[in-house]
């Protein structure tokens, strides 16, 4: 997006029972910056907005989306219903008219309910993902990502996933010294890229049957072993395909991606509680060497074991000296 020579106008919609982080997370990016003018907008129009545990003050009701260059929504509480038919047609009005469109969190389901996402990738936070894809199947959801730039359609994950974004639009407007400015004032790391992944608490599928607990869990036992599929069939007493329909009935996955993000999860939990190196670890959880470690480690966290273990790492022991 170029900018002209007048600032350029940020919406911020503010729902029932937003979050106080996302919300400052915006008005300080924007609100501090002399190239944008920031607007907070609401359904009701300027007034007091119920946020979780503040007050939020509105400035300007829903016409002001339609002159904006930039609209920011917000998580909000009830994702599962989708927001009033007004905010939807503001929606759908902001983005007729050119604005472009950026969803924090599950923020992403308004935009969802007014059906700008139709066969658009977006994300949001790992924990919501599912009920994402649940609630409009016609969304391409990627749970993976800090965030997704789609051109004029951008979306996030959680509250720090945000600030990324909001710092990558920083950058796409006025390059990468603006944003690292941007970023050095709030104590940030000046770029997080939207391909890295979210931090989930593991990778590995929850299973919603217990005929294969037991295999599963023979599974995290022996992450290091040449774990086949054959293998698995002959230990869960079935022919392949069988154990494969199963698996995926329990899991919605396969057995052998399933061991993978199983084996990736062990990595990376002793990544963050022991000091072994990475040619160990690999091959204590069957990841195998060095190499494939680091492969395994961008293709699905983006990043490297090294860089993971600098973030996660925490020191279990105190130093008497």
Sequence with gaps: ???SADRHRVAVLVLPGVPALEFGIATQVFGTDPHYELIVCTAGGPGPVPGAGFTVTATAGLATLTEAGTVIVLAYQDIGTPPAADVLDA???AHENGARLVSICVGVFALAAAGLLDGRPATTHWQYAAQLRRQYPEVRVVPDRMYVDDGDILSSAGVTAGLDLCLHLIRRDRGPAAANTHARFLVAPPRRTG?????VERLRADATGDQLAPLRDWMLDNLAGDLTIDALAKRAHMSRRTLIRRFREETDTSPMAWLADARIDRARELLETTTLPVERIGRLTGLGA?????????RHLGTSPQEYRALFRHSTTLSCR
Excluded: E, K
């Design 1 to 3: 997006m170029t900018m």
């Design 91 to 93: 929606l759908r009005a």
């Design 195 to 199: 391909g890295q992944a979210q931090y």
């Design 290 to 298: 060095p190499s494939s470690v680091r492969a395994a480690f961008h």
